[in-house]
């Protein structure tokens, strides 16, 4: 069946062979018979730009490999296919008092894609990234043979090839993860509201340690001495004791309402710069500091997830997300990028600020120890000048994107950015030595 | 590929001496360096183009393509398509020709007819079938107003950018569902070398203005667009003037 793809930032859509498998032999046979424009796999199609996508080529849509297959309560293991939601797969652990230490700012995507992109959460600087807690997985290669790769065993070099990969090595059909305890399914929250950027800096720097998760969003459309005025939202899982006794009755529930879906008619510039900073004033109102406050899940990790398909606000030209990470000592770097961005005329209200910890052994691992600013840019005229001046700065910095959100930057912009990547590339190319699997990311970024 | 903000990896253009696909080239490596390829007669003006692209750092080549030998452009757009894909082709030739001799003079009247018309279709259909199997691209066919509503001064030129219109108009609907675009831009009166010594007329431009318009509506995946925009508005309404009317407009 033709269908047209684009990723959760709506732009650029292609056409491809959309195929669902119904099982892993069926992938293996499509992964065998792939032709010219090659095959990718694709999840929930949370990423923003085109690495799920592959034009005038198969893709496989995985979603239907969504079996969990066994949780070890105590080992503190479970084994997931691929297509498993983090959503399905949190409602699923929770009841056992168990948590998938590494949830992203949604839960719909999927495991393979969690790995493929080895997404982060607010809670990286503490247990690093998704990769980092993959005890095993299973990829399919382009010769059709399934491989059962670990981090330190024979094939480490492919298993962290993949971790991060895009998809690009095979497709993972299985993995076995790493989950934690918990007590309960709420977070014990201190939030902050901060003045300016340095202040929202420095208290990040200060003691982000002494919490489990850490995230601020800051605004982009207060200039002067206010630019960047923030909220840094901290939480720590809440113990059963820390519950008031109401909660304390069903200390894991868990409960993720959808209040309403956004329809696809919306035109687009709804998001300009007098709604910004309407929207930025609002938000950082909102969020006046207090300490100690019991909050859910959707209310601290996912309060975009109350609401369907919001990517449609952006209307038909769609926006990108542009998400880079420099190391400490380029902190000016982020100052830079916040006025420039402020100066711009460009508006994003969601912006985030946060602080990583140490990087991993995938070559194509984003996160690296340093700050992470992403910001959410709807497409208009002059975006993409503001981008590649971005660019400039963030890699001059020894800076990279994360593929994940990338939808526009060069493949010499992504060699710069990952200095290992050649040494990914080498790994690909063995393992695939024809490019069977290829998307659309693959072709624009040389990947 | 083409990227969230619209920017191409590869530029195709055919007429590669056109002036205006000239400056929908300069455009696009203003930003980035895509891999261009300028497929037009062997000349001067051509080397011209290859040299000036290569001195600003754009991987450009040159490949000998004649809108009149329809038999060879199957060959010429399988050695372009055979490096890489194309993400965005322009079919910018065309000739204007003598307005008078062009209805009087059969020879005449058939180059005309051939390059604008049957050359615009040849190549239309070749590069249809290679997009399809990419699944996606945006192709620019350079039209014009003249083929909105002919006039007695220039009906022939005038009939065959109202068939290669029409014939682009109807690719572009059937490569729909294929991830294709087809953009029809129809341009006024543009100064350049083929409208050289011709008396301008209203609502004329040059040829950047017209290729601002095209990046763009290729950007926007426009499917119709005019240059100048006000000259949409002026043709819907010429188009419906009475022809006792419309034949006493000033030429």
């Known amino acids: ?447 | 590929m083409i990227d969230a903000v619209g920017n191409p990896q590869s530029v195709l253009v055919l007429g590669g001496t056109s002036e205006i696909a000239l400056a929908v080239v300069r455009r696009y490596t203003a930003v980035r360096k895509p891999r261009v390829v300028l497929a037009a007669r062997p000349s001067y003006r051509r080397d011209a183009a290859v040299v000036e692209l290569t001195a600003a750092g754009v991987p450009v080549t040159a490949v000998d393509f004649d809108a009149r030998d329809v038999d060879g452009h199957p060959a010429v757009l399988d050695k372009v398509f055979a490096d890489g894909g194309i993400d965005v082709a322009l079919v910018a030739f065309g000739v204007l020709g003598d307005a008078e001799r062009a209805w009087q003079d059969h020879e005449a009247a058939l180059e005309l007819a051939g390059v604008n018309y049957t050359g615009a279709v040849s190549v239309g259909v070749g590069l249809a079938e290679r997009m399809r199997k990419q699944g996606h691209g945006v192709i620019v066919a350079l039209s014009s107003v003249a083929g909105e509503r002919v006039r007695r001064s220039n009906f022939v030129y005038g009939s065959t950018k109202a068939g290669m219109d029409a014939f682009y108009q109807g690719l572009g609907e059937a490569l729909r569902p294929h991830g294709v675009t087809v953009t029809v831009v129809r341009p006024g009166f543009v100064r350049t070398r083929m409208t050289d010594g011709l008396p301008p007329t209203p609502l004329s431009s040059t040829a950047d203005q017209v290729a601002e318009v095209v990046v763009r509506a290729a950007r926007d995946r426009r499917e119709l667009v005019w240059a100048p925009a006000p000259l949409r508005a002026v043709m819907s309404v010429l188009r419906h003037l009475p022809r006792a009317v419309f034949r006493r407009l000033p030429a």
């Open chain 1, 1 to 447: 069946m033709l269908v047209r793809l684009s990723g959760w930032g709506r732009t650029a859509p292609t056409v491809a062979r959309l195929v669902s498998p119904r099982d892993f032999e069926a992938v293996a046979n499509i992964v065998k018979k792939s032709r010219e424009r090659g095959v990718i796999a694709r999840g929930l199609g949370r990423s923003y730009g085109d690495p799920a996508q592959n034009a005038g080529g198969v893709v496989l849509d995985m979603t239907r490999f969504d079996r969990i297959r066994r949780v070890d309560v105590d080992a503190g293991l479970v084994d997931v296919e691929a297509g498993v939601s983090l959503d399905a797969l949190m409602r699923a652990l929770l009841p056992f008092g168990l948590w998938p230490p590494v949830l992203p700012g949604t839960r719909q995507v999927t495991v393979g894609g969690a790995i493929a992109a080895d997404v982060h959460g607010k809670g990286h600087h503490v247990v690093g990234s998704f990769g980092d807690h993959v005890r095993s997985l299973d990829l399919l290669t382009a010769d059709g043979s399934v491989r059962t790769l670990t981090p330190d065993g024979e094939g480490s070099a492919l298993f962290w090839a993949t971790v991060g990969g895009m998809g690009l090595t095979g497709v993972v059909l299985r993995a076995t993860l790493h989950v934690v305890p918990v007590e309960t399914s709420y977070f014990v929250v201190d939030t902050e509201q901060v003045d300016n950027l340095d202040d929202l800096l420095a208290r990040q720097s200060a003691d982000d340690d002494r919490y489990a998760e850490s995230v601020s969003w800051f605004d982009v459309t207060a200039t002067g001495p206010r630019l960047g005025r923030g909220v840094l939202t901290r939480a720590n899982h809440a113990r059963l004791d820390e519950l008031p006794a109401k909660l304390r009755r069903d200390p894991l529930a868990f409960d993720a309402p959808r209040l309403f879906t956004v329809p696809d008619r919306l035109p687009s510039g709804l998001l300009n710069r007098v709604t910004g900073r309407a929207f930025s004033e609002l938000w950082y109102r909102k969020s006046p500091t207090r300490s100690g406050q019991v909050q859910n899940i959707t209310r601290f990790l996912h309060p975009l997830d109350v609401i369907g398909e919001w990517n449609r606000g952006y209307g038909p030209r769609g926006f990108l997300q542009y998400q880079f990470a420099v190391p400490f000592a380029a902190v000016d770097v982020v100052r830079q990028v916040v006025e420039r961005i402020a100066a711009s005329g460009h508006v994003s209200a969601l912006n985030v600020l946060k602080r990583f910890g140490p990087g991993n052994r995938a070559p194509l691992s984003f996160p690296m120890p340093g700050w992470t600013l992403c910001v959410d840019l709807p497409v208009r005229p002059g975006l993409g000048r503001l981008c590649d001046e971005l660019d400039e700065l963030v890699l001059g910095a020894g800076g990279r994107h994360y593929l994940a959100k990338e939808s526009r930057t060069t493949a010499e912009a992504v060699r710069r950015g990952y200095p290992r990547f050649a040494q990914w590339r080498a790994v690909r190319a063995s393992v695939d030595p024809d490019g069977v699997f290829a998307s659309d990311m693959s072709r624009r970024l040389e990947l």
